[in-house]
């Protein structure tokens, strides 16, 4: 489902990834994303990091934080973009880098800090950004699964599981969506 990875800025941030077909329910995908990626930790220069949501979610949209943060306060932010039939992923970090308190040499340890600010960015990025992209794809196919987890044994036979417009039938006969989302479900599916 994924496919392609861009680097591009934006007001939103960095595009990272674009999915090329936006999932049935949104906001469950979302938060089926944040609880897979909260789960996610990693290492760096011999400490485990876990990622905890510090928010606040805006739209499809949150604010992560790596703990323990030591040295470094670094904060992640990523989003989701929905634009026609394909979701955009959006990341931007935000990195402060704590420095010691220090009588002597505090111009001189300022100045390595900083010289080392983008090697340390680039590692961050290039640990998060692999992490990013499997919690997607976990989110994803957690969401898919989710899709028929609600309907009746009874209610699904082979052709529904294989026809989406079946099963958003369905949905719309025993009231679960409304005419409005059956429609433009509907419309998404026929083209």
């Known amino acids: ?10 007001m939103q941030g960095l595009l990272i990834e674009t999915i090329k077909e936006v999932p049935w329910n949104l906001e469950l995908f979302f938060e089926n994303f944040i609880e897979i990626f909260t789960q996610k930790s ?3 220069e011999g400490t485990k990091l876990q990622i905890i949501e510090n928010g606040p979610r805006e739209g499809l949209s949150s604010i992560f934080q790596l703990m323990p943060s030591g040295s ?6 990523i989003g989701f973009m929905e634009r026609g039939s394909v979701l955009e992923v959006f990341y931007d970090m935000n990195m402060e880098i704590v420095m010691p308190n220090m009588p002597f040499g505090k111009k001189m340890m300022k100045k390595m800090i900083e010289s080392q600010r983008g090697v340390i960015e680039k ?3 290039n640990l998060l950004k692999p992490l990013i992209t499997v919690s997607i794809r976990e989110a994803l196919k957690k969401t898919e ?4 987890s609600d ?3 009874s209610k699904v036979d082979s052709s ?7 099963l ?20 998404i599916l026929e083209e």
């Open 72 to 77: 470094s306060n670094t904060q992640v932010k």
């Open 168 to 187: 958003l039938k369905l949905k719309f006969v025993e009231g679960e969506i409304s005419e409005e989302e059956y429609l433009r479900k509907k419309k």
């Open 151 to 153: 309907i009746p044994e």
């Open 1 to 10: 489902m994924l496919i392609k990875k861009n680097y591009m800025k934006s």
């Open 145 to 148: 699964d989710d899709r028929y």
């Open 160 to 166: 529904t599981v294989q026809d989406p417009l079946k």
């Open 42 to 44: 990693l290492w760096h």
């Open 123 to 125: 590692t961050m990025e």
